[in-house]
């Protein structure tokens, strides 16, 4: 059996503030470049995965490019409320490298944890630093009609059907929506998501938003938790989400049901 590996770069060790600016610039400069292409991002995973057990795929839905992380890697995640893991706090879905995790779990009079786990059933991730992913979703807002809207069989469908009633206090919740004048100003509200978690975007001259035409990582606990619920709506194969480090962010890994696919192993003190 091989060796389990883990997504990490660095010791867990405290580092001092100096050497922990240094290492993170080192660490921005050397994955900057992995971020261009699949290519580049599967040589950045070759890191830490072995190469036959680490596939790209397409989704049979919507052919989103999908990343499958294999069983018995680790994972890590940065906390600071303690020293000593409690088993008994409940962490969210957000996953990393262990350098990250090392950030997340450094405050400067508290020392963190680092905590560790395995991963126990293979993660299906959607590359949301893809800009053919972004366009995919943002193509799926942009031809919404009404009976799209009011097909309750479509769980994308109905996910933005139901929130815009539930918005919308003049409209019962189960009303079908008749009046086309509304699209507009519902595919507005998750193209504005997208904005303001993953994408910038054009403007055309009527200042109407027109389509993304880059990727940027933007995190808001607010926004990330519609995101994650419009994700799941989708598409159901989809496990979570990844982004690969670049200037503006971090690496990281959201999964949507963490019980289903990571096992707790340990915990390090920072």
């Known amino acids: 059996m091989r060796p389990y590996k883990s997504l990490s770069f660095s010791p867990s060790k405290k580092l001092k503030d100096s050497d922990r600016k240094s290492s993170r610039a080192r660490s921005l400069q050397s994955l900057k470049t992995y971020t261009i292409s699949k290519e580049k991002k599967l040589k950045y995973l070759y890191k830490f995965f072995n190469k036959e057990d680490l596939k790209l795929e397409k989704s049979n839905k919507y052919k989103f ?91 994308l469908y109905k996910y933005i059907r139901d929130n815009f009633l539930v918005d919308n206090k003049k409209l019962s919740y189960n009303s079908d929506i008749k009046d086309p004048k509304v699209l507009p100003d519902i595919a507005y509200l998750y193209k504005m998501l997208l904005v303001e978690t993953c994408v910038n975007y054009d403007r ?24 994650i619920d419009f994700i799941k709506s989708i598409d159901d194969n989809i496990d979570g989400w990844i982004h690969f480090n670049t200037e503006d962010f971090h690496d990281e890994i959201m999964i949507f049901d963490v019980n289903k696919h990571l096992k707790y192993i340990d915990y390090h003190i920072i």
């Open 204 to 227: 055309s001259p009527n200042t109407k938003i027109k389509f993304p035409t880059k990727c940027i990582r933007k995190s808001d606990e607010v926004y990330d938790k519609k995101l």
């Open 65 to 155: 490019e999908l990343i499958k992380l294999p069983i018995n890697y680790y994972l890590w995640k940065g906390i600071g409320k303690s020293m000593k893991y409690d088993p008994t706090i409940n962490t969210d879905g957000f996953f990393a490298s262990k350098e990250t995790a090392s950030y997340y779990g450094t405050n400067p009079s508290i020392r963190g944890t680092d905590l560790q786990f395995k991963i126990i059933k293979e993660l299906k991730l959607i590359d949301i630093g893809s800009l053919n992913n972004m366009k995919i979703i943002w193509n799926i807002i942009d031809n919404i009609s009404l009976n799209n809207i009011n097909d309750r069989s479509n769980k």
